[in-house]
């Protein structure tokens, strides 16, 4: 029997990637929903693959029984509350959410007890950071077992073709104060400040920003430090941002008003390339490193591949609760290889 995989969020520029992956395969009955029903049809047009389309708001989910018989919901908007996964593990449907919004990753860890209650798996950790950082970190661990540091650079182009909401979650996110697990205690840090220096695309400064990657990591056995910094290719602007940040100007970008001004103006003056890179270095108590990268085009792009190459490991998985991605992917050569077919190929040391 063909498996039925809802995808929320379908129409939307990584959803559409995802779908787009998925009717290639030709192993699913593919669901295509969301708000508005317009631009699912327009997609469901350029698919090979027959398909259904189902209407669904995220903010006003009221009828589990609208994802009756599907093996796996792919979630492609920040949902508001844990109502949906829920639905899901409840009705035994595997979940996966490629969200990067540590909010979201609350509402998945308080469905995770029902989760693991009716054996049903629901996947965070999927695309960039977190997701591919992830899959790094567990390679360099792996070669460094006694590694108590691990440091993570995120690299990401200005010229990309970011969603809003991609967008606005940058922006809330450079005036912010957070912590950072740091020589075993948890440290307040304000984002984008207290650079360092590494070679991603060329020697450039990174500052720290809260990804995900860095809360989920710290659970990892033996770290003390864990930490995610952030550049962007161009690196006059990532030096004006510093800048800002350091004035407390950075405030500004908060409101709402400038974050449509700014949107506009980013999606119109190509300030930098759609290149990304991702770094990870752990370290040991004797200095001793392990390190590894990747680097390519197009985030929604690897994203959307990510997302695709973890379907059939979720549907497989004999798993319980909530998962990473590297607790999903077993074989790292393997699933590198298969995000390298896909038409923009990325470069990647291990």
């Known amino acids: 029997m063909t498996d039925r995989i809802i995808i929320i969020g379908a129409s939307g520029a990584v959803g559409s990637a995802i779908v787009k992956h998925l009717d290639r395969q030709h ?84 469905t995770d007890a029902l989760a693991q209650e009716n054996k049903t798996p629901m996947l965070f950790s999927v695309g960039l950071a977190p997701g591919l950082t992830n899959l790094l970190a567990k390679n360099v661990l792996d070669q460094l077992p006694d590694a108590g540091a691990l440091e993570i650079y995120v690299l990401l182009g200005l010229g990309e073709a970011h969603g809003d909401q991609a967008f606005q ?39 720290l920003f809260d990804f995900v990657d860095q809360h989920i990591l710290k659970k990892e056995k033996g770290l003390q430090s864990v930490s995610t910094r952030l550049a962007f290719d161009n690196r006059f602007f990532t030096s004006v941002v510093g800048f800002l940040r350091s004035t407390g100007l950075t405030k500004i970008y908060r409101n709402k008003q400038v974050q449509r001004v700014m949107m506009r103006l980013l999606k119109k003056i190509r300030l930098g390339s759609d290149v990304y890179g991702i770094k990870v270095i752990a370290r040991n108590e004797a200095g001793k490193t392990e390190s590894a990268f990747l680097q390519g085009h197009n985030e929604g792009a690897v994203t959307a591949a990510v997302a695709a190459g973890m379907v059939p490991l979720l549907l497989e998985s004999k798993a319980s609760g909530l998962l990473h991605s590297h607790e999903l992917v077993k074989d790292l050569p393997a699933f590198f290889a298969l995000l390298n077919q896909n038409d923009n190929p990325r470069m990647v040391r291990l």
């Open 27 to 110: 192993n699913y009955k593919l669901i295509l929903a969301g708000r508005r029903t317009a631009p699912l049809e327009q997609l469901k047009q350029s698919l090979v693959s027959d398909t259904e389309i189902l209407q669904v708001d995220v903010a006003r989910f009221n009828d589990p029984g609208v994802l009756k018989g599907a093996a796996l919901v792919i979630m492609c908007v920040d949902i508001p509350d844990s109502r949906i996964p829920e639905a899901c593990v409840e009705q035994g449907i595997r979940y996966m959410d490629i969200s990067a919004s540590r909010q979201v990753l609350q509402y998945l860890e308080q």
């Open 169 to 207: 979650w940058t922006f809330e996110n450079l005036h912010k104060t957070y912590s950072i697990h740091q020589d075993g205690f948890e440290k307040p840090v304000k984002s984008f400040t207290e650079s360092q220096t590494t070679d991603l695309l060329g020697q450039r400064k990174f500052y």
